[in-house]
């Protein structure tokens, strides 16, 4: 996947001797989280926040804040993954990309990126989303695998959306067939199954066993 195509130039970073009233300018002007600046050879020092600029005084050179100025960036060889987890990481929309010698090339839009995201197979492929748990030292996705593959079904993707008090969580993208007979296996290797799904005959025969006991007991 070729990210070059995704970087923006239709900012120029500020430079250190500007003044703040110049960033605020072009927050009120832009929806971005963070403006990048640079210094007068052109090189990246970092980015600042629409919060900490609006709390500055504006007739202050943006060197003055130094220390509000945070340093996150990408190669523009970065991987996408990766520039997606500098987003998360960086709580911004906006994602300067540099070369090896730190000189800015532009930047990153996160919905660009989000976007790239919802077109890979986990989002894209028709299937199911399967989340199991289980103890942080009990499970491999070479198992996860496993009980997909034997279930004739197949893994589009999977990976740790939770982690809490020695349990993992793994969210599967399952396409194929077999969805239920692959939700009993992970119960026989001792998965708790999170998500519910309308094909899952297992918890729908409890249900009902459930109910007919309760009428039972009412007679």
Request: charged share 20%.
């Amino acid at each position: 996947m070729n990210l070059s195509e995704y970087i923006i130039n239709d900012i120029k970073p500020l430079d250190r001797d500007d003044k703040i009233g110049d960033i605020q300018l072009l927050f009120n002007q832009l929806t971005y989280s963070h403006i990048p600046i640079k210094n007068k050879e052109g090189v990246y020092l970092g980015c600042m926040s629409e919060t900490d600029a609006h709390c500055f005084n504006s007739t202050k050179p943006l060197s003055e804040y130094s220390h509000a100025i945070e340093g996150f960036y990408v190669r523009h060889n970065s991987v996408w993954l990766d520039v997606l987890e500098a987003f998360a990481q960086n709580s911004t929309n906006i994602m300067p990309v540099l070369n090896e010698k730190n000189i800015y090339l532009g930047y990153y839009e996160l919905n660009d990126i989000i976007g790239l995201f919802n077109e890979t197979p986990f989002f894209a492929e028709a299937g199911s989303i399967l989340i199991v748990e289980k103890g942080t030292t009990d499970y491999s996705f070479s198992e996860l695998s496993q009980i997909v593959e034997s279930n004739n079904g197949k893994l589009l993707g999977a990976f740790i959306s939770k982690m809490e008090n020695d349990l993992v969580q793994i969210t599967l993208k399952i396409g194929n067939t077999g969805f239920n007979d692959i939700m009993q296996t992970f119960r026989r290797y001792s998965y708790n199954v999170i998500s519910g799904h309308e094909e899952d005959s297992y918890m729908e025969s409890l249900k009902d066993r459930s109910d007919y006991l309760n009428k039972y007991l009412n007679i």
